[in-house]
């Protein structure tokens, strides 16, 4: 299976913040990647496919970028309601593997 | 609008299955697939499987083989997951998720099931 590895595993930001979250697949991945959005007690939510296109309805301060086998996720300016946690998942093979998760939390 | 409703909560004891169901409307079932991901307490997500709802064909995740098995109602727009054998470290929310054809990233997600296994 392809392993993917996030990091960091949490951080601490202020709101208007710039956070880049980072995502490494064991293999590559062919820009098949999405990042999920999941607060607490709630279902994860779609940001991000193909590496870098947003889902209808997110807001332009998320984007994605990278290639092969590295991926970034960035917010541009940090707002109250991000603070989350947020997952990368491969989607090149069938076994959609995640990675571990980024806690982003108030400073 | 597209929407995945899945059971209700449930306690089971070691050793005993579970089986969730996740109701699917607001698309045409067949065109897509259904996957199934779980949480255990505090941690991460974790996929165990999915199921094309249009011939039945499945892939599960390694670690489940032989335990889990998933299947589909197209008559009623239904998934179901059961998990057989349990365990208390099964103990986790279950989600079931659409996946798009033909990139497997998942638009939609389920409320999630809380599945609790205690003696």
């Known amino acids: 299976d392809i392993q993917m590895t996030q990091s960091p595993s949490s951080l601490s930001a202020s709101v208007g913040d710039r956070v880049t979250i980072t995502c490494r697949a064991s293999?590559?991945?062919?820009?098949?990647l999405a990042w999920y959005q999941q607060k607490p007690g709630k279902a994860p939510k779609l940001l991000l496919y193909a590496a870098s296109r947003l889902e209808s309805g997110v807001p332009s301060r998320f984007s994605g970028s990278g290639s092969g086998t590295d991926y970034t996720l960035t917010i541009s300016s940090l707002q109250p309601e991000d603070f989350a946690t947020y997952y990368c998942q491969q989607y090149y093979s069938t076994r959609g593997t995640f990675g571990q998760g980024t806690k982003v939390e108030i400073k | 609008q597209v929407q995945l409703v899945q059971s209700g909560a449930e306690v089971k004891k070691p050793g005993a299955s579970v089986k969730v169901s996740c109701k699917a409307s607001?698309?045409?079932?067949?065109?897509?697939?259904i996957s199934w991901v779980r949480q255990a307490p505090g941690q991460g997500l974790e996929w165990m499987g999915w199921i094309s709802a249009y011939n039945g064909n499945t892939n599960y995740a390694q670690k489940l083989q032989g335990r889990v098995t998933m299947t589909t109602d197209t008559s009623t727009s239904t998934a179901y997951m059961e998990l057989r054998s349990l365990r208390s470290d099964d103990t986790a929310v279950y989600y079931c998720?659409?996946?798009?054809?033909?990139?497997?990233?998942?638009?939609?997600w389920g409320q999630g099931t809380l599945v609790t296994v205690s003696s």
């Open positions: 293999q590559g991945i062919s820009n098949s």
């Open positions: 998720a659409r996946r798009g054809y033909p990139n497997y990233y998942f638009d939609y």
């Open positions: 607001g698309y045409t079932f067949t065109s897509y697939g």
